[in-house]
Structure formats: structure tokens, C-alpha cells
């Protein structure tokens, strides 16, 4: 598994190494407004598609591309969502 994150509107970007993750979770931050988004979660592959086969160096999809690829991943390869209550949300006069 792989998170990456951006609060500067710019894609993931990814370096040439030799074991890649089975998944990406790729999540984009909007600092001034408190909010955020899950933009990619799949299989790292179809994220890497995107990008030469080999290179050196660090190499990054625009966000364009990574909305592409999300596109193409099927809903069951993707992470289901766990929603949980908060902690300060529960009914703490229940446990008594």
C-alpha cells in the first residue's frame, strides 16, 4: 500500500525503484477550506501506466492523468471505506 498526498494542487509523484506497491491511495488536501478527497484508489499500476517505462530520477502524473487513471479502475479492485463514528459521537451514558 501506498498514500500520497498533495495540498499544492500537483499529481503523485513516484521515483524508479524495484518493488512497487499493490495499491495507491492518492488524496488531495484543501488547506484553506479544510477539505480533502481521495482522487485515486486502486492498483499502483494503472496510476504508473501513465508514465514511461523506465526513468531516472522522480517523474510525477499531472492531475489530469491521475483522474484518468481512477476512471479506469473497477470498483472491485478499490478499498472499501470504513465510516466510524467519532469517539465524541458515541453515548457514553450506554456504557455505564
Known amino acids: 500500500m501506498q498514500v500520497k498526498a498533495t495540498g499544492t494542487n500537483r499529481g503523485p ?3 524508479m525503484v524495484d518493488i512497487r506497491a499493490e495499491h495507491l491511495l492518492f488524496l488531495e488536501f ?3 477550506n479544510l477539505a480533502g478527497q481521495i482522487v ?3 492498483p499502483e499500476a494503472i496510476a504508473l501506466d501513465y508514465l514511461p517505462k523506465q526513468w531516472t530520477g522522480q517523474r510525477s502524473l499531472t492531475r489530469s ?3 484518468q487513471a481512477d476512471l479506469l479502475v473497477p470498483d472491485s479492485a478499490r478499498l472499501q471505506p470504513v465510516v466510524r463514528k467519532p469517539v465524541w459521537d458515541k453515548d457514553i451514558s450506554a456504557a455505564e
Open 30 to 32: 484543501d488547506l484553506e
Open 65 to 67: 492523468q491521475i483522474r
Open 40 to 42: 485515486y484508489n486502486g
Open 13 to 15: 509523484a513516484f521515483r
